[in-house]
């Protein structure tokens, strides 16, 4: 799988990391070349400086070609408009962002942007944990 990742925090490196280990063709964008330390220093990807968000951009990191793009900034706003460009503008064929705020989810999902949130996976969790006996 072809697969472009917005985003080097730790989410998006450790996914990185765990797709190019199984021999997946992956490219790692950020705005900060720092965040890319994150990387293993046996990463087989691509890491990119740009912002997701800018069309040439993900032309340079090939975003036409990818069978997947996951945006995970810290920011909603980017995650959701990367997103929406790598579907609508590029066609890729599976588009996953990462939502903070679990309101804004649902709206998301209306685009046609498959979403998740961490805040509401991990409350879940937590309650799951809370009331297990």
Excluded: W
């Excluded at 579907?87 to 962002?97: A, Q, T």
Aim: contains cysteine; aromatic residues 6%; charged residues 20%.
């Amino acid at each position: 799988m072809n697969v472009v990742i917005m985003g080097c925090g730790r989410v998006g490196a450790q996914l990185a990391s765990l797709l190019d280990a199984e021999g997946h063709k992956v490219t790692v964008l950020d705005i900060d070349s720092h965040s890319f330390r994150r990387l293993p220093g046996n990463f087989g990807g691509t890491a990119l400086v740009g912002d997701g968000t800018d069309e040439e951009v993900l032309r340079r990191a090939g975003v036409g070609e990818a069978d997947a793009f996951v945006a995970v900034t810290q920011g909603d706003n980017r995650n959701v408009m990367a997103a929406q460009i790598a579907k609508h503008i590029f066609n890729v064929p599976r588009v996953v962002c990462r939502i903070y705020d679990p309101l804004r989810k649902e709206i998301y999902e209306a685009l046609g942007i498959e979403a998740f949130s961490p805040t509401t996976i991990f409350a879940q969790l937590l309650k799951d944990v809370l009331l297990t006996t």
